[in-house]
């Protein structure tokens, strides 16, 4: 799998709240909508700009702070394709592997890529192409792979259930 | 081999030997907590396309995160969750009111020590002051709990806090907490178990234990641990608050910690965490003189009753300050009703104080008081993210509930020990 597109970089610790604001958690459901709402109270063009396959680029601890699922879901369907990060915070990436958005661990790459770039990751290789150079990360858990392949947690369980 | 509490008890629930760390083991919790989320998650739950609960006997229900509903759209969600639990026969179900879902769990017993506790909230960590496992899920990973009675957890390396002596008079938990998380930072435990040690922690009450691994969510940890003692027996007999039997568990002498810190209590002084994230730490004197307008005394990190007494202790026969706003929010009914006879709720109103009906508040934003732009609030809260409290152009500090009262008084940020009587 090959995801491609432009990087959208942020600083470290970016937190559930300023990626889906608290105050849509109950208020907030229909996907366009919620869409609508991502990186709000971090960055007011992101939602307007944001282009399918688009790559989220973060330092360390990224998406620390509550377990909200909004938070990875708004960026999912905005179009994010993937989420590089120094590291990310354990609920968040629980998170995103459940919901099939590839959450990818690369200090190196994060140091050496920069906002607005266009960055290529083959998730099978393990490898980042930014024009920077290539960098390779440790391949996702085989729990992660099977999840992605099979579009998120849910219709994972719903494979394991029997129910398709 | 000797094991850490969270290998012990994840190979115990994964009915294994043992488990190392970074291991992948699937486990059924013997508490599955939601809150107003259920909602949510039952629309996730619907599309999986199994009609029941697997084990609704695990599952726990607490209305908190908006209650009283403030709108249209938090009551139908509400309505939504009493429909699902008359329909799916979940028994462990608490209304509007009766609570902030951490301390409800532990009130009905439904947190036992030796027990996994996962929850669809990310301070589900909490559940570790009775010494069980509790660790915040995400959305689909509930409704997942909800369809097979089990979840894939990977076992966390695990981090000892070791702390002497005894918090000097007027430093509480929460500027301990406060204090290691500014040391560590948001990541500084990241993925890990951290364990809670020594006399410093054993001489505390329960209710001031529960803050420590409430704010361990904020250092990133997935669980955080206190050997259960007698101080958790004596509560969990008493009334027979325990829903059922439990075996408590305890980390072998010997075991490998990935990091082990220790702290003298006696060197702890207030703190305050700065906007606008948990870990921007300052001992309070850095922060002293900041105007604060509203001031909120709550949530699962500081709500309980040692919490309001201390308070009380503050604001009695003094006033709120002009200009200042004082919010207290009991962290749970039975939490209220003591405060009640005990006259602290008589005192925060006399004092010119608001008192609200248990739940989380402000807490991030959804009623019950949210700053005006560019508005300074001051919380007993485990959060201060920007916006967390409504709207980005405000301010948050979180400090002690001792702090939070005297700056009510005082109008701006400063200890008890320093408030001068006009």
Partial sequence: MTIRGRVWKYGDSVNTDVIFPGKYTYTVSDPAEMAQYAMEDLDPRF???????????????????????????????????AIIGKSFARIYYRNCINNALPAIISPEAVDAIRDGEEVEIDLEAGEIRCPAGAFTFPPLPQVAMEMIAAGGLIPHTRKRLGLE | MSTTFAEKVLASKA??????????????PDTALSHDNAAPIYGIFRKIGVPRFAKPEIVAIVLDHATPAPTTKHAENHRIIREMVKEQGIQHFYDAGEGICHQVLVEKGLSLPGEVVLGSDSHSLHAGVMGAFGAGIGRSEMATVWAT?????????????????????????KDLALRVIGDMGADGALYMSVEWHGEA??????????????????????????PPDDKVFDYLDTGGRAQRSYTPLYPDPGAHYAVEVTYDASTIEPMVARPHTVDNVAPLSEVAGTHVDQAFIGTCT???????AAAAGVLRGRKVAMGTRLIVIPASREVYLQAMAAGYLQVFVEAGGMVLSPGCGPCMGNHMG????????????????????????????LASPLVVAASAVAGEIVHPHELVDS
């Fill in chain 2, 149 to 173: 009675g089990a979840l894939w957890l990977r076992v966390p390396q695990s981090m000892r806090i070791t702390v002497s002596g005894r918090l000097p008079e007027g430093v509480t938990s």
């Fill in chain 2, 370 to 397: 949210a700053p005006a732009v560019g508005e300074v609030a001051i919380s007993t809260a485990n959060r201060n993210f920007r916006g967390r409290m409504g709207t980005k152009e405000s301010e948050v500090y």
């Fill in chain 1, 47 to 81: 939602a307007q700009e944001v282009r399918p396959g688009d790559i989220v680029v973060g330092g360390t601890n990224f998406g620390c702070g509550s377990s909200r699922e909004q938070a990875v879901t708004c960026l999912k369907i905005a179009g994010v394709g």
């Fill in chain 2, 302 to 308: 500081n709500g309980r009753l040692e919490d309001l």
């Fill in chain 2, 15 to 28: 009915g294994l030997e043992q488990v190392v760390p970074g291991q992948i083991v699937e486990i059924s």
């Fill in chain 2, 201 to 226: 922690i054993e001489a505390l009450d329960l209710s001031s234990r529960a803050t420590l691994p409430n704010l361990m969510a904020e250092m990133g940890a997935k669980n955080s641990y206190l």
